[in-house]
């Protein structure tokens, strides 16, 4: 008598509590639903927007690398090589100059070595 009691009294808690966790489920359900939809409103459009902010960015990227950026280098490159030109230029002139007259030394700038002292 007291274990079939305690029989049913075990049956209606085991069927009270899948009432509970049923419950449960179906609010669980309900809020990942929820988060679909939420997904779906707010944050594709924050993506797409994401997308496209970063397409104009590349694109500015692009612009300022063809008409800023490539123009300095260019310039930059050719002013280095001719001022490498005229240095080589100068000092292969100033190197004849003096092999041909050793007293333009002085007017090229250069100095002379001290003259030997007896």
């Given at each position: 008598?007291?274990?079939?009691?305690?029989?049913?009294?075990?049956?209606?808690?085991?069927?009270?509590?899948?009432?509970?966790?049923?419950?449960?489920?179906?609010?669980?359900?309900?809020?990942?639903?929820?988060?679909?939809?939420?997904?779906?409103?707010?944050?594709?459009?924050?993506?797409?927007?994401?997308?496209?902010?970063?397409?104009?960015?590349?694109?500015?990227?692009?612009?300022?690398?063809?008409?800023?950026?490539?123009?300095?280098?260019?310039?930059?490159?050719?002013?280095?090589?001719?001022?490498?030109?005229?240095?080589?230029?100068?000092s292969e002139v100033q190197a004849t100059v003096a092999q041909v007259n050793p007293?333009?030394?002085?007017?090229?700038?250069?100095?002379?070595?001290?003259?030997?002292?007896?």
């Amino acid at each position: 008598m007291i274990s079939g009691a305690i029989r049913d009294i075990a049956i209606i808690f085991v069927a009270l509590e899948i009432l509970i966790l049923n419950a449960l489920l179906i609010v669980l359900v309900w809020q990942v639903w929820r988060l679909v939809k939420m997904i779906q409103t707010e944050v594709k459009p924050i993506i797409q927007d994401t997308q496209e902010t970063v397409g104009t960015v590349r694109g500015t990227a692009d612009f300022v690398s063809a008409n800023v950026v490539e123009p300095v280098v260019k310039t930059s490159s050719k002013l280095a090589g001719w001022r490498r030109t005229a240095s080589v230029l100068r000092s292969e002139v100033q190197a004849t100059v003096a092999q041909v007259n050793p007293s333009a030394r002085k007017r090229t700038g250069t100095s002379s070595p001290p003259p030997p002292t007896p």
